[in-house]
């Protein structure tokens, strides 16, 4: 058969697709906006067909209704990074939590968590039968390499992205087909807050570097301060909209980088349409799987690396927790530490954690003598390089405990500094 033979011979309607999954399957789903909704829909639709399916995930962005009190008899979530939608299952028993580096995600399902069914969501097939992954390879392509069997949802709305991104049509057991806009993320909101801590990072940052950019309003702060720097690049585990305008303003040209020279490489993509539709047949933007973006030794190849990251809270020693308050599970540990590490042993390479000061509206500190008691040290004391809030910049690498301490004192909120300069006379026996 030709490809269209193929394809048409796999083409099903989503509430047949469903029927191949069965109770006490392990279902791995497509990442983040790159879920396949019809399937997934017509999935909990049905849910009187399942009892004890797993659903495996890390960043849910459509409404996880499997994860919902009252679906545990049929469904229940193992997140591999809490999102908004699945944090309440998993903080409430009825879910659970799997901590892993996202770069290992892969090898998760290789070796310790089989596969019996991927849903993924990819592109309409090109002439030759490969369909493209789009916005989200990162996990899911490796999860459908591994699947007994492969359900993808073909949306001719899905971006044809470049790079290790393809799945032939012959590699897919089934095929629903689809025509829907894909799963957008509105900016965040920048106050003055994230302006502050964006001119400090970009302080930090030379020209010619390539970066690594997380989530959220502090990160795309930080892209506003970077438009009179010059031939920036990205390696990054993913982007977002506020790179897209870098690069039309000449500031992102990869032309310094050292490892994939002129290329944007990420292995996921979050954003609105403009980003989706930068990225369509872009052939300067190439997407990996995780175990190859985030692997450190990848990282660690590109010169003035610099990783950006955020987190819940440091501790004068510079433990960093980002994915816990306590004992709650918010997040995950994502490529954090991926990035963080592949950073610190490139050539003339930088790991920041930037922070507001302060949380709930200036009551709590994120400067803290002690992590909250049960929360998880996302990164270690060992790895850390510089901290930066609102008032300023801390460089802890190389620095004594007292040293470090004294720093992160200096850039904590000033409501906070004479209890944290207490327990830095406690703790060091000494004047500050």
């Known amino acids: ?3 269209e ?14 029927k191949k999954i069965k109770s006490g399957d392990r279902v791995v789903i497509g990442h983040a906006v790159g879920e396949p909704t019809s399937i997934i829909e017509e999935m909990v639709a049905h849910k009187d067909n399942y009892h004890d399916v797993e659903i495996v ?17 049929y469904f229940r979530h193992n997140s591999i990074f809490v999102g908004g939608t699945t944090r309440d299952a998993v903080n409430s028993g009825r879910g659970d939590f799997t901590p892993c580096f996202f770069t290992e995600v892969p090898r998760l399902f290789r070796e310790n968590l089989s596969v019996d069914v991927a849903l993924v969501q990819v592109s309409t097939p090109d002439e030759h039968g490969y369909c493209s992954y789009g916005v989200s390879n990162d996990y899911t392509k490796p999860a459908a390499e591994c699947a007994k069997i492969v359900i993808a949802e073909v949306n001719d709305k899905m971006p044809r992205t470049m790079g290790n991104s393809f799945i032939h049509i012959s590699d897919i057991d089934y095929i629903v087909e689809s025509s829907h806009p894909i799963i957008e993320l509105k900016p965040a909101k920048i106050g003055e807050v ?8 970009a302080s930090l940052i030379e020209n010619g570097s390539t970066l690594q950019l997380g989530i959220g309003a502090i990160p795309d702060a930080v892209l506003l301060f970077l438009k009179d720097k010059k031939d920036l690049g990205i390696h990054s585990e993913m982007i977002s909209d506020g790179v897209v305008e870098l690069v039309e303003s000449g500031v992102i040209t990869n032309k310094a980088k050292t490892l994939h020279h002129g290329k944007i490489v990420v292995t996921f993509l979050m954003g609105t349409k403009k980003l989706y539709d ?11 799987p995780v175990d190859y973006v985030n692997d450190p030794t990848v990282i660690m190849k590109n010169n003035k690396m ?30 954090q530490v991926d990035f963080v590490r592949g950073a610190n042993m490139c050539k003339n390479g930088k790991s920041i954690m930037a922070m507001p000061s302060t949380a709930s509206k200036g009551k709590v500190s994120k400067i803290v003598p002690l992590l909250d008691q049960g929360a998880a040290v996302t990164t270690s004391r060992n790895d850390i390089d510089y901290i930066v809030t609102e008032f300023g910049v801390a460089n802890l ?5 007292k040293d470090r301490a004294r720093a992160l004192i200096n850039i904590a909120h000033p409501n906070f500094k004479e209890s944290l300069i207490e327990e830095f006379e406690k703790r060091f026996q000494g004047k500050f």
Do not use: W
């Not at 994230?194 to 990072?201: R, S």
């Not at 690498?397 to 405990?401: A, C, D, H, I």
């Open 397 to 401: 690498r190389g620095k004594t405990l």
């Open 194 to 201: 994230e302006k502050a801590i964006g001119e400090n990072c």
């Open 57 to 73: 995930h890390m960043v849910a962005m459509g409404k996880a209704d499997y994860a919902k009190v009252g679906m545990e008899k």
């Open 306 to 335: 610099v990783s950006i990251n955020s987190c819940v809270q440091v501790d004068l020693m510079g433990q960093v927790a980002s994915e816990s308050i306590g004992l709650k599970q918010i997040s995950g540990v994502g490529g």
């Open 1 to 3: 058969m030709n490809c």
């Open 278 to 288: 930068f990225a369509n047949n872009n052939p300067m933007l190439e997407m990996y």
């Open 5 to 18: 033979e193929i394809y048409k011979s796999k083409v099903i309607l989503a509430k047949e697709a469903i």
